[in-house]
């Protein structure tokens, strides 16, 4: 369960996506474990990555970070970090002064590029130099960065795939870069695309689409949630209905894969 932000966590919201999922049909098979209780695993590999030389001090706020990049004409380069405070940069901190006020904790990338295959979306290449630079673990206000934490929670709990929308394409060369760091095994990715209006912008609570709850609340039932979802693929016939248990069973890894490349395709 990522609930690392604390001061955003709603309450009782972990609570409601299990509900949600039990409901659903989609059950885990032990324990459900929190990033927020994980603070001490996040510790040590922090300190690893520090003491192998891979991590940095920042006091750069985001507006000295705008003004930095910003061109004389007025236009802002703002999807790279300048390297202001890189050991080799124009303002390090001095590590011995980093533990007398608040301090980012960066990952010092490299120029070489990472590239890696998504099983949904093909050969995806990456300069972590170009964008977006040295990148964040652990924040101001001492919370590990989900980059890292996502990490390390994949090499402990032997994570093979991950499975996540296509909207978080953006951080899979920065947890390359620190599963390398680490010598750990990389798993494979899969970046699905996300459901979208009439209008082909991504559905989004806060601009008023409908969530799991409320479809339950209306009278849905999980068969039809589920044949809904499914049709929306082109697995399913429309209007079909089937239990998440019974759509996995006649579902190839093959199939839902050129299943969800169709559906990128189609955007």
């Known amino acids: 369960m990522d609930d690392l932000d604390a001061p955003r966590n709603r309450p009782d919201s972990a609570e409601q996506i299990l509900d949600d999922l039990e409901w659903l049909g989609l059950d885990h098979d032990d324990e459900v474990i929190y990033q927020s209780q994980r603070s001490e695993v996040y510790e040590k590999v922090f300190d690893q990555l520090r003491r192998a ?35 080799d940069g124009p303002n390090p901190v001095d590590l011995e002064s980093a533990a007398d006020f608040p301090v980012a904790w960066r990952f010092q990338v490299s120029g070489d590029l990472i590239s890696f295959e998504d099983e949904v979306l093909g050969r995806q290449t990456n300069n972590l130099s170009m964008h977006p630079g ?21 090499m402990q709990l032997g994570v093979t795939d991950v499975l996540r929308g296509a909207d978080l ?78 759509l996995r069973d006649r579902l190839t890894p093959d199939q839902f894969k050129q299943s969800l490349k169709r559906a990128r395709d189609a955007r």
């Open 134 to 154: 040295d990148f964040v673990v652990r924040r101001k206000d001492e919370i590990f960065a989900y980059q890292l934490a996502s990490v390390v929670d994949d």
């Open 53 to 87: 030389g891979h991590l940095f001090p920042c006091r750069c706020s985001r507006k000295d970070i705008q003004q930095a990049l910003s061109h004389p004409d007025g236009n802002a380069d703002t999807t790279r970090y300048p390297g202001t405070c890189r050991p």
């Open 169 to 246: 394409l953006d951080s899979t060369a920065r947890q390359i870069a620190l599963f390398n760091a680490l010598n750990a095994k990389v798993p494979r990715f899969w970046h699905v695309p996300l459901m979208a209006d009439a209008s082909g912008e991504k559905l989004s609570k806060r601009d008023g689409s409908m969530s799991l709850r409320e479809w339950r609340i209306q009278g849905d039932t999980p068969s039809i949630v589920v044949g809904k979802l499914a049709a929306s693929l082109g697995l399913v016939p429309a209007d079909e209905t089937l239990s998440a248990q019974q």
